[in-house]
Structure formats: C-alpha cells, structure tokens
C-alpha cells in the first residue's frame, strides 16, 4: 500500500479510496446542520475546504509468534492542494521506498524511532505549510475523531497533533481497514 502512495497515478485514486463518512454515518458524531459542518469532522472524512484530510487506516503487519497476522495503524494527514503527505506508522520501510517517498516529497515517520518526536513535527509543518498554525487544533482533533485514548484526559494535557500520534495508547475508533481482497458482507 504505501509503495502505491509513491507513485503519482496512483497516490491521488488510492488516498480518495481511504476516507469515507463512518463518522457521520455513525451518529455518534452530528454531521452539521444548516450547512454548518465542524471541520475537523470534514478533515476526518475528507471534505474540508481547506484541502487537509486526516485519516486512520489499519494494515496488516508481520505474524506474532504464534503466527497470527498483526494490526497497525497507519495515520496520515494529506495536503491535497500541495499534494503533499504525511504517513506515521510503527516501523521502519525499505531504503528503497524511502528514497520513493523522498522524490514524490511525501513524510514517512517510524513512530517508534529515536527521532520521531522531531520528525513527526517536521512532517506536520512540512504537509501543512502555512495552514500550521490556523489548522493545528482542527487536525489534532480530526485525528481524535479517528482515534481514542485509553483513558479520559483535560485537552491541554494531550498536547498537538504531533504529540498526539506519539501516544502509546491511541487506539483506532471505527477502523477503516485496507485488505487485500474485499471483505463479502455477511448476511444477517
């Protein structure tokens, strides 16, 4: 999935394919009223005016030792009027990749690396641009629309969005999963 990200043709057709309205679906969040639509909600399901979406989507990973395949998520914040994207995920890629993501200037941090505090905020700034400072607290809480703490905490003790994703106990709410195939829906 993320050498696809790499390549230009693909990245536009395959990050549309990551959002969808689960959210409002959900009814756990309002939708908006009146035309009135909160945006971070529109960053989470991809329809801002300000061309940010910020989405989670969960992947498969290695096996446990028990040969179990494992989840991760995979936390993305795409500027689509730059085209410019950030991915965070927990591991490192391939040199080869990482050179793809370089020429296609798109963000992979390894959230569990030495440096990934500086290289998320990096990322952050680098996607963002000039909308940083405007869209930061909209981003951080598209992002916790997608995701949830383990436990209930005062705003300020979260922190930005950067410090956010660094979170060990952020957990995807509604997941969006990417398989392989496509999952037949059981009958009722």
């Given at each position: 999935?993320?050498?696809t990200l ?33 945006e ?17 989507v ?11 395949a ?45 440096r990934?505090?500086?290289e ?30 383990d ?33 037949k829906?059981?009958?009722?």
């Open positions: 999935m993320l050498a790499a390549t230009p043709g693909l990245r536009q057709h395959n990050l549309t394919r990551l959002w969808n309205t689960a959210l409002s679906d959900s009814g756990v969040v309002n939708p908006g009223q009146d035309g009135m639509v909160d971070s909600l529109a960053m989470a399901e991809n329809r801002s005016e300000s061309g940010i979406a910020v989405t989670t969960m992947v498969r990973s290695d096996h446990d030792n028990k040969g179990q494992k989840e991760q998520s995979l936390q993305l914040v795409w500027n689509k009027a730059l085209d410019r994207l950030l991915v965070a995920g927990q591991g490192q890629i391939s040199k080869s990749l990482k050179r793809s993501f370089d020429e296609a200037r798109l963000v992979y941090v390894d959230l569990t690396a030495e990934a505090e500086k998320i905020q990096s990322g952050f700034d680098f996607v963002l641009s000039s909308q940083m400072k405007t869209l930061s607290y909209q981003v951080k809480e598209a992002f916790l629309m997608r995701n949830r703490l436990k209930a905490e005062d705003e300020s003790e979260i922190g930005n969005a950067a410090a956010l994703l660094l979170r060990k106990d952020l957990k995807c709410y509604l997941p969006h999963y990417i398989t392989e195939q496509a999952v829906p059981k009958a009722a």
